[in-house]
């Protein structure tokens, strides 16, 4: 057996980017190399050598036997689950382009390139594989464009109105801090390489809370657990921040020199005392004014924002609210502050890749779908649509063209996703690697490489970290890169214009030459495929928010209240801050929550997780139900249903029995599974309803309430 190693990068929807050690194998110099294994290494500082079992498991999704290796199109059958690939046959290349690109012109010439809609998102966050070559296209043929805000929009939106995104606190600084935030994420399923910085941090004394409605591990380990009701933790962010302006426990000095808007989120705060937010969070007084205590005499102290807090109705708000928390308490650079202290968001902003000047194309104004309203997008027909906020229906889409994403398991109100995508007067082409579940409703399925197997340029935005990864091995059977299918549609379409760059070589080139690299930085880019930030480069140290670098706003400060945010989230009814209330009714009075879990990535790895998923339930919800654990259920709201068994378990219960136990009056059932994970092929987006936040248009699945029953 010949074997040799190769380096890599993961440029999965997943916060840090691990750099990667890849051993190939293969029997004969004459066989195709296989992947033998995929480790970390220790390029990236951040990783260091560690990474998820999925991606280590990596070889098992390019040589799956679910691997989708050939064009394969719809020759009968109904559109729908079970249809792939029996109502399939093979195809080759030359044809399945000349289809694809058939029906698109033909779509277009007759009904305008607003009845094509692109539908992508976060299967690769690599600048090859997604934003240039498809945007191009796109663009040139006046498609529709998606407004691609599932995750991190509500957030974003929030971070850039406060400090125009600047990098936060490096996690590597945490180990710093005396205290550690952790509010809305779970490393242990999600951003792995916290755990570890985490485990430093309180080796070396810090403290840790957790806010998150449901006991996690990391939950159970922390000096204080705060597991407010879903959708409240911006009520819990301003009561605190009231608290600090009551109690006079503001730093009065930095808010004068680094922020505006201090007193219009006083007034705000004022509305919210400890009492009021703990009746409507569920967290006792005494728990509320810990916190406050807690994070008063720390110093410094470091908030961790997940991506949990804000898919809701009060997502962007509580963002923002917890965001300013750092801010108002002096928990950057001052008194209370300095390294390790702060708060942490994305990171995207450190190393970012502008993707804009090597598109080819100027930015169009067609109309604007949200991707949470996919569904009700691909429903609505020739006699015209109800007006949905956020997004424009007219005209109907006649052509679908699905790549990096699965939007029949993704997607929020699943079951107008299902039937949109049912219909046998759409023409829907789905790119995909394996068998999702979105393939079933195609007319025409073409092989997609995965990311070791093309090359990839990423940064990360957990961490301050670029990569630049080559492909390890051939494209498995006839699959094809992202770039070479988006560069040949263009060719086919007769939408290729002088100068355009159609290899990925040369566009990483031109993508890295654009993101003004130091020379050391690019010598490092070049020899291990992976650079730090400059500043790391020049210090050996993480850059300090507040010291090295600023808010990326106009003036250089934050702004509490920033007026475009208010505007904003006035456009649907509340000004920013202003709490929305909680949607459950007498009818549907449970909280589902669906977090994601460490087996998948969204609902990449899928195929790979084998059995029925169960809804988990507090006991007490399921006793007043007459429910047991095992029991068959059903999850009911009026969007659909879900058919499962049902686990219970309480955080007062050792073991498995506690394990990321939700609070009582809250169920969940995990984001990303696919149809063969539920009894009826319904998901936790059956459920899910497709409203928007209040920042961001950003998606509210934790606003979903529902019913359970014995089935
Ligand atoms: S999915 Fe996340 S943890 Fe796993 S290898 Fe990729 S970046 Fe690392």
């Not at 502050?337 to 100027?362: K, Q, V, Y």
Request: charged share 20%.
């Amino acid at each position: 057996m010949e074997t040799k190693n190769l380096p890599s990068a993961c440029p999965l929807d997943c916060p840090d980017h691990c750099s990667l050690d890849v051993t190939l194998e293969r029997e004969a110099p004459t066989a195709p190399w296989r992947v033998a294994t995929v480790d970390g290494d220790e390029r990236n500082p951040l990783t260091a050598g560690a990474i998820c079992g999925k991606v280590r498991a990596m070889g098992t999704r390019v040589h799956s036997t679910e691997r989708i290796t050939t064009p394969m199109r719809r020759v009968g059958g109904t559109k729908g689950p079970g249809s792939y690939p029996g109502d399939f046959e093979p195809m080759t290349w030359d044809a399945a382009l000349e289809l694809a690109a058939g029906r698109l012109a033909e779509v277009h010439r007759e009904h305008g390139g607003e009845a094509i809609l692109p539908v992508s998102y976060g299967g690769s966050n690599g600048a090859l594989t997604d934003g240039v070559f498809d945007e191009r296209l796109w663009r040139r043929l006046g498609a529709a464009r998606l407004a691609r805000t599932l995750c991190a929009a509500p957030g974003g939106a929030a971070a850039a109105g406060l400090v125009g995104k600047m990098p936060g606190v490096h996690l590597v600084d945490y180990q710093h801090a005396q205290l550690i935030v952790l509010w809305g994420v779970n490393p242990k399923e999600s951003g792995m390489h916290l755990v570890q910085v985490l485990k430093r941090a309180v080796a070396a004394g810090a403290k840790t809370i957790v806010v998150d409605p449901r006991a996690t591990s990391i939950a159970r380990a922390a000096d204080l657990h705060i597991a407010p009701r879903p959708g409240t933790d911006l009520c819990l962010a301003l009561a605190l921040i009231g608290c600090f302006f009551e109690r006079d426990w503001v730093d009065a000095d930095f808010l004068e020199q680094h922020t505006t808007g201090a007193e219009q989120l006083r007034k705000k705060a004022r509305d919210w005392s400890l009492q009021r937010a703990s009746a409507e969070t569920g967290v006792p007084v005494a728990d509320l004014e810990r916190f406050a205590e807690l994070f008063h005499a720390a110093e410094p102290a470091v908030v961790r924002l997940g991506w949990g807090v804000e898919r809701n109705r009060n997502g962007g708000s509580a963002c923002a609210a917890i965001l300013a928390l750092p801010l108002v308490a002096g928990k950057f650079n001052g008194p209370r502050g300095g390294r390790g202290g702060g708060f942490t968001a994305s990171m995207s902003r450190a190393l970012p890749i502008d993707r804009e000047p090597a598109i080819g194309a100027a930015p169009v104004a067609t109309r604007e779908v949200n991707i949470n309203h996919v569904g009700p997008a691909l429903c609505a027909g020739d006699d015209g649509a109800q007006p949905i906020f956020g997004s424009d229906l007219t005209p109907p889409v006649r052509a679908a063209f699905v790549y990096n994403c699965n939007p029949a398991s993704t997607l929020p109100n699943q079951a107008a996703v299902h039937r949109g995508l049912a219909r046998a007067d759409l023409f829907t082409v789905v790119s995909e690697q394996v068998a999702t579940d979105t393939c079933h409703f195609a007319d025409l399925v073409l092989p997609a490489t995965t990311f070791l197997e093309h090359a990839e340029l990423s940064s990360a935005y957990g961490t301050t970290y670029l990569t630049l990864a080559r492909p390890a091995l051939d494209p498995q059977g006839e699959a094809r890169p992202n770039a070479v299918l988006f560069t040949e549609l263009i060719r086919r379409l007769g939408l290729e214009q002088p100068g355009d760059l159609t290899s990925d070589s040369a566009l990483a080139e031109q993508l890295i030459a654009g993101m003004d690299l130091g020379a050391d930085q690019r010598r490092e880019l070049d020899e291990t495929g992976g650079c730090r930030s400059a500043h790391e480069h020049a210090t050996g140290q993480p850059a300090v928010p507040f010291v090295d670098h600023f808010p990326l706003t106009t003036d250089g400060r934050a702004h509490l209240f920033p007026p475009a945010l208010d505007a904003e989230a006035r456009a649907s009814g509340f000004g920013l801050y202003d709490y929305r209330p909680d949607p459950a009714s007498e009818r549907h009075p449970l909280t589902l929550l669906s977090p994601a879990i460490g087996r998948l990535t969204s609902s990449t790895f899928g195929e790979s997780l084998e059995g029925q998923i169960p809804l988990v339930m507090h006991p007490e919800d399921a006793a007043r139900r007459g429910l047991s654990g095992g029991d068959a259920v059903r999850i009911f709201n009026d969007l659909g249903e879900v058919h499962t068994i049902l686990e219970l378990r309480s955080a007062g219960l050792p073991g498995a029995a506690g394990r990321d136990a939700p609070r009582p009056g809250t169920c969940v059932l995990p984001k990303g599974l696919w149809g063969r994970h539920t009894q009826n092929g319904q998901t936790s987006n059956a459920l899910c309803p497709d409203g928007l936040s209040d920042l961001g248009a950003g998606s509210t699945f934790n606003d979903a309430r529902v019913e359970v029953e014995a089935l």
